[in-house]
């Protein structure tokens, strides 16, 4: 697992937007997971590799305060959670419990994880804002994840938002959400991302000239010369 | 298509609460769009007649970047879009891609597009939010639209949150979302919501006095004769 | 009805997390009310006895403006409402009508009324957040009550976002949403609440101090013994 | 309660499909109770004034097998169901829990009672099936309703299926699903129930005869004439 | 419009099942109609070119039974549909309202339409079945289109299920379903599915006897051989 | 894994809403398997222990043809699959691609599978049907799995219908569905099943008899005496 530093640099300057769009020119259409909203909009894009935990939902005899305390529980897996990791839970689309709290998200802000993303919902969601671990999630809700999920396990692949996941696939997030870049995908999107926002940003700056979208967005032959010419000038 | 200046000023001071009340008299329950909420609440009302386009899903063979370009595409809908109008986009109750993103929000701002409404997502959100256009949308999502949609025309009948849109019809959009008032009726609403939002505001300065609601609200005659008496004083 | 004030003071101290623990303990797992949240978050918790509304879904001949002048109606029915009482309103899972606008939530807050929590949606929501009545609710539209639902009584037994609400039960609300206490646990949920929020402040103190989680939380033998030491410290 | 017997004579040769359009022509749109079908298709159409049960979600503190011995229950709710009555039972929408299994079934058909309708699941549906009452339902779930749901009260206005249905409200049921039709209106209905079956027989062999369908069905006025004149014939 | 009878007999022969898997390997995941089930299991395979309807959702101004006469109606498409056409029709996902019943089946029936599929209801579903003519949908639901449904036109690009139909689009349906072949690619459907059918027998047929799975089925060179050699046999 | 054959042939005695019943009283309310009905309903009772399948949503990179032929495949998982065992597979939810066809269903049935259990669909159907192995789904889709799922493991913690299902826990399936006995309660279901199946049987014939159900079920102390000496005699 781990990316080296500067992939993770190149990818902090990528849209999750443009990501999906150049993984779509390869035939990935579902990378984006559903339901998995910033907590705090407007702070930024993170990028790290996935650490994946699994919930399956509760049942009365295995999902229970006293499993919090066994070998197979959600604070071991954190405590195995390396620095720079974006955490990626499976919560089995459940809503109605919420996966952690401020404890759990504090610990894994003190261990250095990048962040949290859930397709299922945070709890004490004031306490989780107070902590330093940026959250993607489905929600907010009061009751313990007990209530409503049985956890178990991690770094197993698994489903978030109807995406699959894959242990140290690389995660991108920002406020569009958060997406999963295949690990074998990476390379190419680090050489074809910051071109591809260079590239959109001359088009902003061409709309806001007052230039027609057919010809300009997708490009023609001629745009493209202009937008050439103009990089090189 | 168009409506007088005065419809609109005259509509800008109308809630979208009291035009479905109003219309709800005259049988129409289903006319406020489900799923559209503002990108920017508190950022006050628009009005504007609908240019409506429509998506289906996507079909691998059709939905493609290369038909970003092609004749019957977004881009040339957005050419044909005429200053003041609400651009209203049946996405198929599709939300896990985005219909636009900067560059075309962009765009239609530039053309002097009042606002989009859609019950399907936004892309690219803070780009979104940076350009000059307001948004009422059913989320957001980075995929691009061609990762779940079909583009297939423009001002043609559409369904829109689970309901129903015809090209010209008049949009009001504010704070408590999207709704559509049929051609037809929209001389009715003009001469009846400003009266009613006064009425309203009687009633509520009445409640902030201690009136109890029971003939108040709806008024009895004591009440409705109280209140002319008070307009004529 | 009614509670005595040291109970109202004493949960204002203790979160809805804590509480749903403390419950499931107890073996209830469902009494947080899904799809209720905050109109403005950040606002503070509020508790208070249940006083329940009930809606069913519009049919034309019984859901109608008309209807809001009857005696079974939504204004007799807040006219009822004690001071310091949560109104708590059975919206049949519909939102796409609100349930009540700024009139009827200001008279409530003229009458002391402490919140409105929902599983429906509010409606003219500017209105409504210039009233003094804090809302939990499931969304915005809006459509009158009437374009989507019949009120059919107040002071029964309810369900409210997948959860059954008795009249009398005791309500908290906070960010993390509405949670019901069914009246024979409040002492005890009063006598426990405030030393578990005293201990999970303790561990997450230890938790900025750098303690792993497990043995921390839940706590071992040791954890435990230098909890109770320091706070007779 | 009790609609003489030549109303439910009369209805029972009127198809749902026929009473929906009778009635969508006074305005009423919400009449047809979504997702109960006949659990045996094709036995035929059944009439009778509707005894309303209402349950709300499962709480476990109330719903539990000893509630089932309590003066609130179910067992005394099908007790006090007149000869003839169709139950129409709300059930919050819950559909993994059977609300009752083959020895309610038994004792309702004992009773007399016409078939039982819901929105909700029947279980033990085998041993249902061998009993006499007919059943319109969500379908089938093994768990008792107690795992589900709580039983709160009979004859009071209750939803089912979207729709509102109030105590002695007339039922109809048939292939197509239940529909209600207000107290009201029963008579309109079977005043022009009859008549409009006859006519939509008149217009399928006009069909099978291959007469195309603009002219035909709604008919025109040489249409109509042609009509009339073979009723008279 | 039209495929060569030799196109329609082929596909009689090839299940949807091998359809979408020939179809997958050319990057089509979304040609399978969600939620059309054959109203009468067991009886056969149609095929035939698209013919596409188009609803959106009732508006009380637009959906009345007056429009059933109108130039643009249900009744004066179906007049416009040719022999073996298969018609399909977008009904917006909804599902409380029938889009046909009896009357305008029988009439499709005697026009020599092959089939009908929809992701909306049937109406007067005993009347349907009584008809020639065979029905994929959603469901059985008693009111009137009108009640939930406008009908907007014919031969439009359309969603069906989650799919986009576009006329002449070649239709196959059977126990599992409808799917949609594009135009471009019925070629080689036809040249294909017959081969994979004849594959897929003898797989079969090696299961039968005992043969595991691994190498057999997707079949390493050893099984492609030995099929080889029995089909020279 | 593994149960003696005395306890399959005494739970094939009693029915599933038994089961849920007796374990209800256990704590357990989240035993059942929601979504998964019989493909071939009154074709009766099948028990054994679960061998757990495990999917998660399809990525075009993973979820290809040529991963039927890996390692990690579903036909690997059906070669381990013991004689008497219950396939249970967690597809995800989703119900747009068929996780197994008629040939993977032969090969099981072969292998001697007790039967097959899932919350997605099954393809082929009616070369399904034609099989020995008895199937519970939830639906019918034509589609490959590839086309919306990804095979990641077996005998692994899974999520089914909303219900946590360990490995060599004990299935019970029959008209009402499927249920999950945790390894460590079916010694007790084993034990008071059959008994209260008698019971069951005796208050019904006690039903038809004409016996009110108030103290008949559940039985007041004059009922279990009554039902004691009966079973005596």
């Known amino acids: 697992m781990g990316y080296e530093p500067e992939v993770v640099a190149a990818l902090s300057g990528v849209s999750t937007a443009t990501i999906t769009t150049l993984l779509l020119r390869r035939g ?17 894009r993170v990028v790290g ?15 229970t ?50 962040a949290l993303v859930t397709d299922g919902a945070a709890r004490d969601v004031s306490g989780v804002l107070a902590t330093d671990l940026p959250v993607w999630c489905g929600g907010v809700a009061a009751p313990p994840s007990v209530a409503g999920l049985t956890f178990v396990g991690w770094q197993e692949p698994i489903a978030c938002g109807g995406v699959a996941v894959m242990p140290d696939d690389l995660m991108v997030l920002d406020d569009d959400g958060a997406v999963v870049i295949p690990a074998a995908l990476v390379a190419e999107i680090v050489e074809k991302g910051p071109e591809q926002e260079r590239f959109e940003a001359w088009v902003l700056s061409e709309v806001d000239g007052g230039t027609p979208l057919p010809g300009l967005y997708p490009p023609n032959d001629e745009t493209r010369a202009r937008y050439e010419a103009g990089r090189r000038g």
Do not use: H, Y
């Open 28 to 44: 990935l259409r579902n990378i984006w997971i559903r339901g998995a909203s910033p907590l705090r909009p407007g702070s930024g």
């Open 49 to 63: 590799p996935a650490f994946t935990l699994r919930f399956v939902p509760a049942r009365e005899d295995l999902a």
């Open 65 to 114: 305060p006293e499993s919090w305390g066994s070998a197979r529980s959600t604070r071991a897996a954190i405590e195995a959670m390396p620095e720079g990791c974006v955490a990626v839970v499976d919560a089995a689309g459940i809503r109605d419990a919420g996966i952690f709290g401020d404890i759990l998200c504090a610990r894994m802000g003190k261990r250095g994880v990048a």
